[in-house]
Structure formats: structure tokens, C-alpha cells
């Protein structure tokens, strides 16, 4: 796994970027994106009830399974809030299956999406969990050295809408990270890596 580049600037503004940052706790590999808020500086709210929603800056939702992530935010009574809150303003970041949750488009997705990002994006569009792979992405947003991603069962973003931003793609053009606004979705892991750019830069996007 890739170490954080000391050349970055962001790895030299260690600051926390937002006071308390929630990961939706219900499925999924939550307890690695609540270490690595830890690590930062950022108090790390493990999200499990809606009202939660109303007491963090900004949220992850984590990689996982996505039929089962949807069916119990339905469930539960997150959907609505959730959105509400996005509308308000709150930055929210999907990684994986959580790219999934957020998006507006998923074809042949059993159960309720959030909705929230105008992207269309394809379940397990690499293949089984044998078919994972690991791949070095230039992303301009932070900075000059690549970041190494982990592709578990990864999705893919097949088309983005009008201001939706192409963060980072494949060598063949396939789109793997992507942000609308405060909006942030990545089809890869970046909580199973020790480099926190991805991260930080997602709690700046909370910042005014």
C-alpha cells in the first residue's frame, strides 16, 4: 500500500478540516474511513441513526454491498434525511458501494438509491472479488504524485450530467472518481491505503 506523499501539500497541512466527520455505519468496511478520520485529527462519528445526521459536517458512506446498504437506509429512514441534509449543504462522499448509494442512475439496482449525484454508475462492472486489482491514478486535485488505488468489486461511472467533474480515470478512459459540488464518489478504496489526500480532500470540500 502507498505511503502519503511528504511533497504534498496537503500532507503538510495536517490540520483538521472539519470538526466532526460521520461514516454510515449500517454495512460495509466503515471501521477503516473512522481510523483514518481518527488519524487526521477529525472526530469520527460512527452514523447508525438518522438524527446522527444533524450532528456531523460531512459523511462517508463506505464500500460494501450496496443492495444491502439501500434496503436498510430505507429501512431506517435515512434517505429523506440524508437528502435534506446534502440540499442543506453537507458534504457527502460515497466509495465503492457507497459511489453506488449516492448515485441517481444504477441500472437494474434492487433497492432504493439516495439520488443524490447526477452520474450513472455499474455494479461490479470489473468482475467478481477474485477479478480486484490495484492501480497508480494521476489526480490533479491532489497534487503531482499518483495515488494507488484498491479496486475490491469496484463499480464504474459510466456517464456524469452537467456539472459533475471527472476527477480520475482508468489508462483506458474509464471514470473511477468524480465530484459534483460537495458531492464526492470514488469506485475505489481509499480507506484501506495509508495515503489520506483522498480524505482531506474531501473534508475541504465542507470548507467555506
Not at 41 to 69: C, F, N, W
Not at 118 to 131: H, I, L, P, S, W
Not at 153 to 166: C, E, F, K, S, W
Request: glycine residues 10%; hydrophobic residues 40%.
Amino acid at each position: 500500500m502507498s505511503k502519503l506523499p511528504a511533497s504534498s501539500s496537503l500532507a503538510r497541512d495536517a490540520r483538521p478540516l472539519t470538526a466532526r466527520a460521520g461514516v454510515l455505519g449500517l454495512q460495509g468496511d466503515f471501521a477503516e474511513h473512522l481510523a483514518t478520520l481518527e488519524r487526521i485529527g477529525v472526530e469520527p462519528v460512527d452514523v447508525r441513526r438518522p438524527e446522527q445526521l444533524d450532528t456531523i459536517d460531512a459523511l462517508i458512506i463506505p464500500g460494501g454491498e450496496s443492495t444491502t446498504i439501500g434496503k436498510l437506509a430505507s429501512q431506517y429512514g435515512f434517505i429523506e434525511k440524508l437528502r435534506d441534509r446534502t440540499a442543506e449543504g453537507m458534504p457527502v462522499w460515497g466509495t465503492c458501494a457507497g459511489a453506488i448509494f449516492i448515485a441517481k442512475d444504477v441500472p437494474g439496482h434492487p433497492h432504493p438509491l439516495a439520488g443524490l449525484m447526477d452520474m450513472t454508475v455499474e455494479r461490479n462492472a470489473f468482475g467478481r472479488q477474485v477479478d480486484s486489482f490495484e492501480a497508480d491514478l494521476d489526480v490533479a486535485e491532489l497534487g503531482p504524485s499518483p495515488f494507488h488505488a484498491v479496486f475490491i468489486r469496484a463499480p464504474l461511472i459510466t456517464h456524469v450530467g452537467r456539472g459533475v467533474d471527472v476527477l480520475a480515470t482508468l489508462h483506458d478512459g474509464t471514470v473511477v472518481a468524480a465530484r459534483q459540488g460537495r458531492l464526492l464518489a470514488t469506485s475505489f478504496h481509499p480507506e484501506l491505503t495509508r495515503d489520506e489526500r483522498f480524505h482531506r480532500y474531501f473534508l475541504s470540500l465542507g470548507k467555506p
